[in-house]
Structures are given as structure tokens and as C-alpha cells.
């Protein structure tokens, strides 16, 4: 996906700006339909070539990828994404490369990059979700990303995980939104950190999180 970002700004092409330091490839970032800094794949996709179940092509619009928060009818049925039209604007070349290195320099310095992590481990927290009692203790840090969200890691903070470990993972002390591998990290133990958090965050904010990451043979 990065070197298409870099492909449409070499084309002064503007829409896909936000992807800028994304990792991973269009075709995941379709599956799930992949966002941040309130853009979505599902935002500049016309239209999809995809594989179902018995290898049938199929084309399908936009509408018909039934996109939604970090998902779409790819994941739902565990389809093929085999390519993608993109509808983009003719933008400025330089300021749509500022703001894609911005994204990049922003999670350089946010995101705990300098180890192993697969990423936000939960989905952020639609507001309407948030209990009333504690909607004024979040309000600041309310974000439309794609839509009104607390960022996870807020009550992750709140919850006093910050740096907690289970064997070699941690909660990262950089964003707490991710567990860092701070080595020989199991699966295990990430598993473990993650059932810790959802139960610690339930307790306290009685918020079920929902996980971004899939996990595999478990
Ligand atoms: C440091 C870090 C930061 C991240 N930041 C973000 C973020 O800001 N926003 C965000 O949305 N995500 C983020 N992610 C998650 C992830 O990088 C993206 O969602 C990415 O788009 C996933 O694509 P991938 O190619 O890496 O998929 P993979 O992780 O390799 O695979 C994910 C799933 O997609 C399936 N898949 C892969 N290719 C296809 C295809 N062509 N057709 C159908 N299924 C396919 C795989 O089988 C798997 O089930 C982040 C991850 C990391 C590690």
C-alpha cells in the first residue's frame, strides 16, 4: 500500500494521503477497509475484482463491498481482493506529501515502532458506547475517526495497564493501544494481556472492547 501512497503523490493525485507510514498491503487494507487520521480506503474505492469461496470472479461497487468500521463484506466471507479502481483528485504535489510525511512522522514518534507489535491491538470506542457517567471524563478526547470515537488507549491509561507485562509482552508506555513483543513474547502471553485488558476495562468503565487484530489458532 505504501508504494501506491507514494506512487498517487509522485502523480500529484490527492485522497490517499492518510495511509501515509500504513503498513501492509492494498489488498488488506481493503479487507479491512483500513483507516486512520479520518480517511478510509472505503472513501476513494470504486470499484473491487475479488474471488469468493468457489473462485468465482466478482465485481463489485463500492456499496456492494459493504465497507464499515475496519471491515467489509472481503472479511465478512473471507474473499480475495485481486485488485481495486480508486477514484483520486488532482491535488498539490508538495502539500499532499507534507501531509502524508506528516503521518509518518507522527507515528514514528507516537507508535512503538522501534519494537515488534501488530499494530492497535482494539478498535477505538464509538461514543454513543461510552456510559453516560463517563462521558464528560472523555469528552476531550473525542475524535472523528471515521466517526465520534474515544481513542482506546485512554482507557487503557485509565484502566492502569500502562507497561504492564505477561511474560515477554508489554502494554506499550508509548500507546497503550499496543502490546509490544520486548522479546521471546508468545502468543500466549499477548492473549493473556489482551483478556486482561478487556476484563480491567469492563470493570471500570463497564465498556466492552472489541479487538482489531484476528487471531489465528486460537
Ligand atoms: C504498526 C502498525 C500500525 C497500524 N496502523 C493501522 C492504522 O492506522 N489503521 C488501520 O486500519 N490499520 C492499521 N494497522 C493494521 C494493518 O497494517 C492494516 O490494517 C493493513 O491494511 C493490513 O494489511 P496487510 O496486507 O498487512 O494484511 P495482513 O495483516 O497481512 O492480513 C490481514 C488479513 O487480511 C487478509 N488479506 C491480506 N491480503 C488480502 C487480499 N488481497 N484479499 C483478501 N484478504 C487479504 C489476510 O489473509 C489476513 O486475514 C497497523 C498495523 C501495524 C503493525
Redesign the pocket.
Known sequence: ?GKLVNYTINKSLEGLSWAGG????F???I??N???FGGEIKDSVLKVRALDNKLNLKELTNKQCKFSY?SSI?KQKN???LSALVKLKKGDKKKIQEISDSHINYRKER?P?EYP????IFKNVDFKKVPIKFKKLFSDKVKKDPFEIVPTAWFIIGAGLVGKKIGGAQVSKKHSNYIVNLGGASARDVVKLINLIKQKVKKKYNINLETEI?FIGF
Open positions: 500500500f500504513l503498513p501492509g498491503t489488498g488488506g487494507a479487507r479491512g483500513a483507516g486512520a475496519r472481503f474473499w480475495v481482493v507508535h515502532l507489535n501488530a499494530g492497535s484476528q
